[in-house]
């Protein structure tokens, strides 16, 4: 929790109740252990949405299916989201959430590592005007090239867990070392989010910290 904990409490009072279905995989994924958004990158996430209108979604990271079906609530109707998981189990669990929900029209999940995925789609010329990246943090710098190819000028890039509970303030030797890979990676993510020409950016201390990028 980067944020006191007691003003995030009465926030998060502050919010309207989600639709029972969601909060029904919410709930699951919490006692499964499955890292979905937290509070906060919801609300920020239905904001977004509900503002911006776009029309071709990209999320990569789609675990169980939550985030996806958290913004089909929100996004127009002749939007359409495209979801990328590569684990097995998160898959299986992705396609029956989504089935529940009732939303096979309206996302498309698509099996695979991440890097192809995006490499794929970016040779055949996709574009996705809103992007949300959610998927193993040390990879964030490496799908970026892609990422940029298919995003157009007006597009949204949102990056979350980018400032990892607070870690990434910290010295390379101040994190654990299974973590210090993922912890340079970030940082370097970071600096060129807020350095490129093409983007915009903010950073959020919200959630695990979130980056809102607009494509110039």
Request: aromatic share 8%; net charge negative; glycine share 6%.
């Amino acid at each position: 929790m980067i944020v006191d904990e007691r003003i995030a409490a009465y926030i998060f009072s502050l919010e309207q109740e989600m639709p029972e279905k969601l909060s029904e995989i919410e709930k699951q994924a919490l006692v499964d252990y499955v890292p979905i958004i937290k509070k906060p990158t919801q609300s920020l996430l239905r904001f977004m949405l509900r503002s911006l209108r776009p029309e071709n979604i990209l999320e990569v990271g789609a675990a169980v299916g939550f985030s996806s079906l958290l913004m089909s609530e929100y996004m127009g109707e002749d939007c359409h989201i495209t979801t990328i998981e590569k684990m097995p189990e998160r898959i299986e669990k992705a396609k029956e959430n989504i089935t529940y929900v009732g939303r096979e029209d309206k996302i498309t999940l698509i099996e695979g590592d991440a890097a192809d995925v995006l490499e794929q789609l970016a040779a055949e010329g996709r574009q996705f005007d809103f992007m949300f990246m959610d998927a193993a943090k040390g990879q964030y710098i490496n799908f970026l090239p892609n990422i940029m190819k298919m995003l157009p000028a007006g597009g949204i890039l949102i990056s979350d867990n980018v400032l990892q509970d607070g870690d990434v303030v910290q010295s390379r030797y101040g994190v654990t070392r299974r973590n210090r890979t993922i912890h340079s990676r970030m940082r370097e993510y970071l600096y060129e989010l807020t350095h490129m020409k093409e983007f915009d950016t903010i950073v959020l201390p919200i959630g695990d910290g979130v980056t809102l990028s607009t494509r110039i």
